[in-house]
């Protein structure tokens, strides 16, 4: 079923995950959520333009963590980060590269300068130092015999923004999307199960949440659509009204 040989050389070439968990952008608010993931989630956003494989993404959420973890940056940089790693993965992983990507306001004027995206990239490079191939995930799971469909990037996209699932290492995230695709937890460690029923309980959360919006936006209407009724209504009774007094 497994590569077993692609397995030891890929986790022999894996990098161990290093983190500062008392940095600010890394500790949740009351919903869990951190910084951290809200800024994945927008640079998951701005990947949806390009036709990039999931593993170009996969790189780029490496790159930031690793660059979290080495320089100290200002909410005001976060967006020139997210999008310079996303250009570095791109060039990195893709036949056909990009140049930088640069980004506007809404009025149509550049955020950052040439300068500061080369600045940039040059902390980038140096946070990496100079080693841009990373093992991923999709590596690990491609070695398992799994295609990287899209449920399955759908899937890698979910444990990338959620910095809870994302922090265990590559391969234990790998193991547990398997096992939370194929269902076959009697084969896995207690850690891989754990992470498993981790990501069940986040995508259930998320759907509830989403269903619960929903629920209110449906209602919202309905309520909107009803005050429009009786606005309706009572227009018909006033212009009755106004008949009958003529």
């Known amino acids: 079923m497994f590569d077993q040989v692609q397995l030891t050389e890929l986790s022999n070439r894996d990098k161990e995950k290093k983190f500062n968990f008392e940095l600010p952008l890394y500790i949740g608010n009351s919903q869990g959520v951190c910084r951290r993931d809200i800024l994945i989630q927008w640079v998951i956003s701005q990947s949806q333009s390009f036709k990039h494989s999931i593993k170009t993404l996969e790189l780029a959420v490496t790159y930031i963590d690793i660059y979290l973890n080495c320089f100290s940056i200002g909410s005001q940089y976060l967006e020139l980060l997210g999008i310079s790693a996303y250009s570095i993965a791109s060039k990195f992983n893709e036949t056909e590269a990009i140049g930088q990507i640069k980004l506007q306001n809404n009025s149509g004027y550049d955020l950052y300068n040439d300068q500061e995206y080369n600045e940039m990239e040059v902390q980038l490079l140096q946070?990496?130092?100079?080693?841009?191939?990373?093992?991923?995930?999709?590596?690990?799971?491609?070695?398992?015999?799994?295609?990287?469909?899209?449920?399955?990037?759908?899937?890698?996209?979910?444990?990338?923004?959620?910095?809870?699932?994302?922090?265990?290492?590559?391969?234990?995230?790998?193991?547990?999307?398997?096992?939370?695709?194929?269902?076959q937890s009697n084969i896995f460690t207690d850690r891989v199960k754990s992470v498993t029923q981790l990501i069940n309980n986040k995508i259930q959360k998320a759907q509830d949440q989403f269903n619960l919006d929903k629920n209110e936006n449906d209602e919202t209407k309905g309520m909107e659509q009803n005050q429009g009724t009786k606005k309706k209504i009572y227009k018909r009774r006033d212009s009755k009204k106004l008949k009958q007094l003529a």
């Open 127 to 183: 946070s990496l130092q100079f080693q841009l191939n990373h093992i991923t995930p999709s590596d690990y799971l491609i070695a398992m015999g799994v295609s990287i469909n899209e449920s399955i990037s759908s899937l890698i996209m979910f444990v990338l923004m959620d910095f809870e699932i994302y922090k265990h290492s590559q391969i234990v995230l790998a193991f547990a999307i398997y096992n939370f695709q194929q269902d």
